[in-house]
């Protein structure tokens, strides 16, 4: 009798039949089908390296010497070395840049081959002889694949800025090819031209086309070589960012004209004529720290501290032995700038001083240090006055050369009929006057120049109805200054020296 098979259990047919399903589906399966299966795992693998991988920096902080020329700049990956790597880079500015200091990179596409790990790029850095505040640049990365961006994927460069200062030739401080005679460093100076940025030549585009002759006027003011200063103080311009705003102004310029000399000039020791000059000392002399630092290598004519011995009248002696004091640290600092030449105030002619005592006043604070002095910065005095009074004073200091400043005295002072009651001359924006000579090339005796260095057109404050502030610039006063203008050295006669070398 046959065997019977034993019937196999309905649970264990139900699995024995769901294998055998699965396995005729698996035979099923298209080879297209299994691709996209096998692109689903590589993309799961990738994101599973990606993670612990990254582009990024080499580092978060670069430094760049001033004469660093190409700078290189490395960008790292780390993880799955084996597929290539898209990223993209740029560096712009960070800090207030004179945008000169470096070359800024655009938004770029770089891309790392198989097993690369470092991406080198560069950065042009611009040698501009700076001795001066470090500036920063900012590189950044973005938009990296199939890797993440890591950390840092943003950098400074740091821009040192570390050029040595220049050794200063006492015979030709401005570092010109020709050297000049007489010991007159301005003798073949090529000044900077305040230009559309002067007060004069910002009137020039307000008043477009709408008046000729005024524009003409201003014309004159705002592009004449010699005409015009840029003026820092302490009260506004304050001593922590200083020096950055000094170099970042003088680099500008010298972008914008090469190898020009800028006119600066400094106002803040006289705060009001009377101000106790103790209470600023400490404060003063930080502020002048930061002005030669800002200043270092660039070439400079400063007129130091204009009125600061004018206006002494009203100090007591222990307060001018302070003053001193303030103006010889100021010119020792400044004087360390290599191409820097600095004048001292020395009032005027129909000033408070006689040329002795301006002469002593200027010794003591040191003016042996400084290239020499100038005169009648806040006066309208003859030219001829001028110049005599200079002459006293430089033999009295040892033949220290001098400045006029000429922007509005063609014309003489306007000398009031009560000199006793109302003082020697009208200084608060006398009417009728006119623009004096200009002139590098004197022909006088310790005369550097005759020069507009007082940004002619500015007025002396609300002295009549409708007078503007001190120091806003008045069309109107100005214009008149040059349509009243002389070409000639005006004033009373004197016996003055002239200079037979200095023509």
């Known amino acids: 009798m046959a065997a019977r098979c034993r019937p196999i259990p309905l649970v264990m047919r139900s699995r024995i039949l769901t294998l055998v399903t699965l396995a005729l589906i698996s035979l099923a399966v298209t080879p ?75 938004n770029t596409r770089a891309q790392f081959k198989p097993g690369q790990s470092s991406f080198t790029f560069y950065v042009t850095i611009n040698d501009q002889g700076i001795n001066g505040p470090m500036r920063t640049a900012r590189a950044y990365l973005f938009g990296a694949s199939p890797q993440p961006l890591g950390s840092p994927s943003q950098a400074t460069i740091d821009l040192l800025q570390n050029d040595p200062l220049a050794t200063r030739n006492p015979a030709n401080p401005l570092g ?67 020096a950055a705003t000094v170099e970042k102004y003088l680099a500008d310029a010298e972008q914008a004209q090469p190898n020009t000399t800028v006119p600066l000039s400094t106002y803040s020791l006289v705060h009001g004529a009377c101000e106790n000059p103790k209470a600023i000392k400490r404060r003063f002399e930080n502020w002048v720290t930061q002005l030669a630092a800002g200043i270092g290598n660039f070439r400079v004519v400063l007129y130091l501290e204009e009125d600061s011995l004018m206006e002494t009248h009203c100090l007591t002696h222990g307060q001018i032995e302070t003053r001193l004091q303030e103006l010889a640290f100021a010119v020792r600092a400044l004087s360390r700038d290599p191409h820097a030449l ?31 002095f100038f005169v009648n910065a806040t006066h309208y005095d003859w030219t001829t006055s001028d110049i005599r009074y200079g002459q006293q004073i430089a033999r009295l200091t040892g033949g220290k050369h001098f400045i006029v400043q000429t922007d509005d005295n063609g014309r003489g002072p306007l000398v009031p009929k009560d000199r006793a009651l109302n003082g020697n001359e009208d200084l608060c924006n006398p009417p009728g006057r006119g623009m004096g000579p200009l002139s590098w090339n004197t022909g006088y005796e310790y005369v550097d120049g005759l020069l507009w260095f007082n940004n002619p057109g500015n007025s002396d404050g609300p002295c009549g109805a409708g007078d503007p502030a001190v120091a806003q610039f008045w069309p109107a006063y100005a214009v008149g200054l040059v349509q009243r203008a002389t070409t000639q050295v005006t004033g009373p006669h004197f016996d003055l020296l002239k200079s037979a070398t200095n023509q």
């Open 342 to 372: 600095v004048y001292m105030d020395a009032g005027a002619p129909d000033g408070w001083s006689s040329p002795r005592r301006m002469a002593s006043y200027l010794r003591q604070a040191d003016i042996a240090q400084a290239q020499g």
């Open 176 to 242: 010109y090819p020709q050297a000049p005679t007489n010991g007159d460093p301005l003798q073949y100076v090529q000044w900077y031209v305040f230009g559309q940025q002067s007060p004069a030549g910002i009137a020039i585009s307000k008043l477009g086309a709408s008046d000729a002759a005024w524009s003409s006027a201003l014309h004159k003011i705002a592009y004449t070589p010699g005409s015009g200063t840029y003026r820092f103080w302490m009260w506004n311009q304050p001593a922590s960012t200083l």
């Open 32 to 106: 297209a089908a299994a691709a996209a299966g096998q692109g689903v795992a590589a993309k799961r693998t990738a994101r599973a390296l990606t993670g612990s991988g990254s582009v990024h920096f080499s580092t978060a902080v670069y430094q760049a010497n001033e004469n660093a020329g190409q700078f290189a700049v490395t960008v790292d990956r780390s993880g799955d070395l084996s597929a290539p790597e898209t990223f993209y880079y740029g560096v712009t500015n960070m800090s207030s840049e004179a945008g000169n200091n470096f070359g800024k990179v655009p």
